[in-house]
Structures are given as structure tokens and as C-alpha cells.
């Protein structure tokens, strides 16, 4: 090992540890300490989201507004979708995460990716739960008794239900630091209609409806006290803020914004998979290209 190794690893040492569910477990005299930081160490951890730069508006030259879908059952974006219950574990999947949100009102939850109707979340039960009667319910209606809760079936949309999330993004280049950019403007978990989740008749690639849509910048701090679990190095965690930023995902462009209102890939390109994936690269190739023909003279 040279001198510029020790240096190395005498600096990486230095650094402070993140908050993880690991914080203090060599420390802790009981099972209840373990991931309970000092007041020290709070104080010395700088535990905040990184701050978007400001971008004037006369500074981007270009820019592309795009929808992508993120599919839950490719492994690169697993750590958006487990754990799939909080039982047990300090962790939470992003479903979770942005449903806490919006369930204590940090968070504004809206009724699409444009952001013009904001929805409470006693205006989500419909689309989050589903409650429903059994004939032997109706009986005991019907003969002016009162319905036992056994009677009365509830079905509510879970961590486990949650297929896919779309997420709203703009591409731009800054001219200012010439450089192609991208900023997550909003974000929406995907999930079966409840009223029809456990129908089989039902196409499951047809039963699939927008939970709720959440504005990411406000979402930012949240996402960053959430932490995702690192298959690399449990003792250093990142935050879904991080990853989300980071473009650690897989997404396909699934909408562009256009002439003819926004619409869908599958809008134009009809019943044919393969040529609905070939146009969403063709998209994504035309933005990559946007950055080289800008240092084309």
C-alpha cells in the first residue's frame, strides 16, 4: 500500500456516518438504543437534501418535458418497492414513504401529472380502499339489525399491490454551464383499481390507475429522511432522494410533450409493444442528442 492509498483511507475515515438503522448498534446497551443518535452527532450531521441550483429561465436553451413508468418488477428498481410491509423494520418502500406524506398533510396530493386539483386524503379512500357488504350483511340491513363487521369486507391497496410509478421530468439544457440536465418535477405510485383488484376477468395491463401524483420538490426532505437499503454497504445507506436524483432506475418514456396534446406513445403506435419500446428509445436518443449537436458549429 503507497502513501496515496493511506491518504485515502484516512480520509474516507474521516467522514461522518450517515443515519442508517445501523447508527449506534456498537454503542447501544439495549436493543431500544440502537439507531438513536446523540445529541452530538445530530448536531454534527448535516442531514439535508442538496439544494437545486437556481436556473433562470434566460439560461436554458432547450428543453423537453417527458413522462416515464418505472416497472417495479425489474430488479434494478427494487429498492422503490421493498420492503413491502412495515412490520418488523425500520425501512419503508416509496409508496409508503409519500403515502405517510400525504396522510399527515406534509405532503399535497393531486389528481394528475399537471398539478392544477389538489385531492385530500378523505378524498383517496375511494381509490385506496375498497368496502363491501355480503349478502348475509344485507340480510341483517334488510331486517333493521345492526351489520356486524364480520359481515363487511375491506380491501385496501398495500405496499405488495403497487406495479409501477410514473414520473414526470423535464430535460433541459443550461446554457450557463453548458450542460444537459434533468429535474423530477412530480411522481405517482401505479396500482390496481381497487374495485377490480382481485378479478380475474379484469386485464391486469387495463386496470391500472394513478394513485395520486405528489409535486417532488416539495417531497424532497421526506424522500431524504427515508432511507433505501444499499446492497453494497449496509452501514452507508442512501436516501430516495438520492436515488430518485441520481437517475438510479430504470424508466421508459411512455409520453412526450407535443403538438397533439401530450399524448401517449400507445396513443399512435397501436397493440404492438415492440414498436411502442422503439419510439421511446427514439425519444430518449433525440434528447441525448441534443447535448452533442449544441457543440456541433
Same mark, same amino acid.
Given at each position: ?7 485515502? $483511507? ?12 445501523? /447508527? ?9 438504543? $440502537?439507531? =438513536? #443518535?446523540?445529541?452530538?452527532? %445530530? ?14 429561465? *434566460? ?6 418535458? $417527458? ?19 412495515? %412490520? ?14 400525504? #396522510? ?25 380502499? #375498497? ?23 375491506r380491501r385496501d391497496i398495500s405496499g405488495a399491490d403497487i ?12 446554457? =450557463?454551464?453548458?450542460?444537459? #440536465? ?20 379484469? +386485464? ?28 453494497? +454497504?449496509? /452501514? ?10 441520481? *437517475? =438510479? ?14 399524448? +401517449?406513445? &400507445?396513443?399512435?403506435?397501436?397493440? &404492438? ?22 457543440? /456541433?458549429?
Amino acid at each position: 500500500m503507497n502513501w496515496k492509498s493511506v491518504l485515502i $483511507v484516512a480520509a474516507v475515515g474521516c467522514l461522518p456516518l450517515s443515519l442508517s438503522a445501523q /447508527a449506534n448498534i456498537l454503542n447501544a446497551r439495549s436493543p431500544e438504543e $440502537v439507531g =438513536r #443518535k446523540t445529541s452530538a452527532q %445530530i448536531a454534527a450531521d448535516d442531514d439535508k437534501p442538496l439544494a437545486y441550483g437556481y436556473v433562470d429561465d *434566460r439560461d436554458i436553451l432547450w428543453s423537453k418535458t $417527458v413522462w416515464e413508468v418505472i416497472d417495479l418488477d425489474e430488479r434494478v428498481n427494487f429498492p422503490l418497492y421493498y420492503p413491502t410491509d412495515t %412490520i418488523g423494520t425500520d425501512r419503508q418502500s416509496l409508496y409508503y414513504t409519500l403515502l405517510k406524506g400525504v #396522510k399527515s398533510g406534509k405532503l399535497d396530493a393531486y389528481t394528475d401529472s399537471y398539478f392544477t386539483e389538489k385531492r385530500k386524503f378523505t378524498e383517496l379512500t375511494a381509490t385506496l380502499a #375498497k368496502v363491501d357488504t355480503t349478502d348475509l350483511g344485507y340480510e341483517q340491513i334488510n331486517a333493521g339489525e345492526q351489520l356486524s363487521e364480520e359481515f363487511v369486507n375491506r380491501r385496501d391497496i398495500s405496499g405488495a399491490d403497487i406495479e409501477e410509478f410514473r414520473v414526470k421530468g423535464i430535460w433541459y439544457f443550461d446554457k =450557463r454551464q453548458g450542460e444537459l #440536465k434533468y429535474r423530477i418535477l412530480g411522481i405517482a405510485p401505479v396500482a390496481p383499481d381497487v374495485n377490480f383488484i382481485d378479478d380475474e376477468s379484469v +386485464n391486469p395491463g387495463e386496470n391500472k390507475v394513478e394513485l395520486f401524483w405528489v409535486w417532488y420538490p416539495s417531497a424532497r426532505q421526506l424522500l431524504h429522511d427515508a432511507k433505501v437499503f444499499n446492497s453494497r +454497504n449496509s /452501514a452507508q445507506p442512501i436516501s430516495f432522494d438520492m436515488l430518485l436524483n441520481a *437517475r =438510479r432506475f430504470n424508466g421508459v418514456i411512455y409520453r412526450e410533450d407535443n403538438v397533439q396534446g401530450d399524448r +401517449n406513445i &400507445n396513443e399512435y403506435i397501436f397493440d &404492438n409493444a415492440l414498436f411502442q419500446l422503439l419510439e421511446a428509445n427514439r425519444i430518449k436518443e433525440s434528447i441525448r442528442d441534443r447535448e452533442q449537436d449544441m457543440w /456541433a458549429y
